[in-house]
C-alpha cells in the first residue's frame, strides 16, 4: 500500500518496575472482581450484576 513504517527502538517499551507492579495488581484485582461475579451468578444468585 506504500505505508512507511519506521521502526521503534525497543527503549520506548521499558517501564519500571514499580508501573509494573501497579498494573499487575489492578489486572488481578479485575480478575477477582470477575471471577466473583460470574460465581455467584453460576449460582443462581445476582443476574443483575451479570446485566451491567
Same mark, same amino acid.
Given at each position: 500500500?506504500?505505508?512507511?513504517? +519506521?521502526?521503534?527502538?525497543?527503549?520506548?517499551? +521499558?517501564?519500571?518496575?514499580?508501573?509494573?507492579?501497579?498494573?499487575?495488581?489492578?489486572?488481578?484485582?479485575?480478575?477477582?472482581?470477575?471471577?466473583?461475579?460470574?460465581?455467584?451468578?453460576?449460582?443462581?444468585?445476582?443476574?443483575?450484576?451479570?446485566?451491567?
Amino acid at each position: 500500500f506504500g505505508y512507511k513504517i +519506521e521502526k521503534v527502538p525497543a527503549a520506548c517499551f +521499558e517501564i519500571s518496575g514499580d508501573v509494573a507492579r501497579h498494573a499487575t495488581i489492578a489486572v488481578m484485582s479485575i480478575w477477582n472482581s470477575m471471577v466473583g461475579v460470574l460465581m455467584s451468578v453460576s449460582r443462581g444468585k445476582d443476574w443483575a450484576l451479570f446485566s451491567k
